[in-house]
């Protein structure tokens, strides 16, 4: 029982790493695709490669938060 509750907190912070960049970019990929004469194809590869650029700074951030506030 203790593995499946490790393993379920490890997936929550997985998943928040992964959707905190995205969610952040998501305004800005309905800003370009309404105001700019890119096409859909390029704004959703950008969207991709920003969520992988944020990904790292996004988990170092999350450690750290968790490490210093919930981690006791």
């Known amino acids: ?3 499946l509750k490790q393993l ?3 997936v929550f ?3 928040l790493w992964c ?3 995205a969610v952040l970019l998501y305004p ?3 800003w370009a695709l309404k105001h700019m004469l890119i096409s859909e194809h390029v704004i959703i590869q950008c969207y991709v490669i920003g969520i992988a650029l944020l990904f790292l700074p996004t988990g170092l951030v999350i450690d ?3 490490r210093r506030f ?3």
């Open 1 to 3: 029982m203790v593995i």
């Open 8 to 10: 379920a907190k490890v």
């Open 13 to 15: 912070w997985f998943f």
């Open 19 to 21: 959707a905190i960049p």
């Open 28 to 30: 800005l990929a309905i």
């Open 64 to 66: 750290s938060l968790y």
């Open 70 to 72: 919930l981690s006791h």
